[in-house]
């Protein structure tokens, strides 16, 4: 097969890509926490991620410059974190941390606006909008670590969490908290403690409705789109008055 038509064929399923290794992600993640080298293997994880949002949502020329750099400054980051110690990896998980939410948060946006720009619907978007969702709940995740990073204290955890609060388990513990808050579940088990985390949580918790609302409504406005074309309604430049078009 031609190397174009590869690319071809990856773009018009860039966003099932994308979703496919999140879900990787987001659910082997949590059944390496105790191995010796989870925080490694997270990482690893975190770059295919990374990379693999990097080639699905570069295709703009516009926007390739700051998607690539925002994602070549998170894994360059992801990588010198795992080479060092002390006080110097504590700040360099939180600026790791901090560069995947900026990514992140962007990414969510390109998703968006791709959204808003479909002309037909497809398998591709849906799975770009669950994507999306899943996008915006790592991004807050891993600003949640960075704020318990950088102020030890900022979340209370339950008993049953209180031995697990080590670097590899505090990002899937926050994870787990981000997407509890992203749908308003609420279990109570990990909470907020500082005004700094706690207006964190509640915008988190009125991004996640507004992002439902948000592509909702973008994706019925595509299918009606998509209906009103095939009824012959409003195709462009097809007449569609009971008279002679003159």
């Known amino acids: 097969m031609p190397l174009s038509r590869i690319i ?88 790791s941390r901090l560069c995947g939410t900026a990514f992140f948060f962007y990414a969510v946006a390109r998703v968006l606006a791709d959204i808003a720009d479909e002309r037909r619907m497809r398998a591709d978007s849906l799975a770009g909008a669950a994507a999306g969702y899943l996008l915006l709940g790592v991004g807050w995740g891993l600003l949640f670590v960075a704020v318990e990073r950088f102020a030890p204290g900022s979340f209370h955890l339950a008993e049953h969490f209180a031995d697990r609060a080590t670097e590899a388990e505090l990002t899937d513990l926050m994870l787990y908290y981000s997407f509890v808050t992203l749908t308003t579940l609420g279990y109570g088990d990990i909470s907020p403690v500082t005004p700094a985390a706690c207006t964190l949580a509640w915008v988190e918790a009125v991004t996640g409705q507004f992002y439902i609302a948000i592509v909702v409504a973008g994706l019925i406005s595509v299918l009606v789109s998509n209906r009103n074309f095939a009824a012959g309604d409003s195709a462009p430049g097809e007449h569609t008055g009971g008279g002679d078009p003159r």
Do not use: K
């Open 8 to 95: 071809q064929v990856y773009r018009d399923w860039r966003y099932v890509s994308l979703l496919v290794n999140l879900l990787g992600l987001l659910l082997i993640e949590p059944l390496i926490w105790d191995h010796a080298a989870a925080r490694i293997l997270f990482n690893v994880l975190f770059s295919v991620v990374t990379l693999t949002a990097m080639l699905s949502l570069s295709y703009e020329r516009s926007q390739r410059r700051l998607l690539l750099g925002l994602g070549g400054i998170c894994l360059a980051a992801a990588v010198i974190e795992n080479f060092l110690v002390g006080p110097a990896h504590g700040v360099a998980l939180v600026v």
